[in-house]
C-alpha cells in the first residue's frame, strides 16, 4: 500500500485539514465581525454605538460577537467538508469516491455467496 493511502497517513490529513479549517473559518468570523463593526460605528443608528462623548462598548462588542460566531461556525464546516473530501479523493487517487461503491457491492456479493451457500 502507498504510504500516502494507509488508514493512519489518511486519518492524520483528515485530522490536519480540520485543524486548518478551523484556523481559517475563525480567520473568515474574525474578519466579516470586524467589518460589521466598522459598518455599525459609522453608521450608529440613533447613538447606539456613540454619542454625545460616550462609546457604549457592550452593545458594539455584541454586535461582533453575533456575526463572529454563526460566520466562524459555517465557514469552518465549509472548509471542513471540502479539505475532508479533497483527502479522501487524493488517497484514492483517479478511483475517488466509486471505491466506496466497490467495496460496497463487494459485500453485498459476498454476502449473496453465504447466503446462498446455506
Known amino acids: 500500500m502507498h504510504k500516502y493511502t494507509s488508514r493512519s497517513a489518511i486519518q492524520h490529513r483528515a485530522i490536519q485539514a480540520c485543524l486548518f479549517s478551523l484556523f481559517l473559518g475563525v480567520v473568515t468570523g474574525l474578519v466579516v465581525g470586524g467589518i460589521m463593526m466598522s459598518i455599525a460605528w459609522e453608521h450608529n443608528p440613533q447613538g447606539e454605538f456613540h454619542g454625545y462623548g460616550t462609546i457604549h462598548w457592550g452593545h458594539w462588542f455584541l454586535l461582533g460577537f453575533l456575526w463572529f460566531i454563526p460566520?466562524?461556525?459555517?465557514?469552518?464546516?465549509?472548509?471542513?467538508?471540502?479539505?475532508?473530501?479533497?483527502?479522501?479523493v487524493i488517497s484514492r487517487g483517479r478511483r475517488g469516491f466509486s471505491y466506496l461503491c466497490e467495496e460496497s457491492q463487494h459485500q453485498?456479493?459476498?454476502?449473496?455467496?453465504?447466503?446462498?451457500?446455506?
Do not use: S
Open 71 to 88: 460566520t466562524c461556525v459555517v465557514a469552518t464546516l465549509l472548509y471542513a467538508c471540502f479539505a475532508v473530501g479533497t483527502v479522501f
Open 108 to 118: 453485498e456479493h459476498e454476502k449473496k455467496r453465504k447466503l446462498d451457500g446455506i
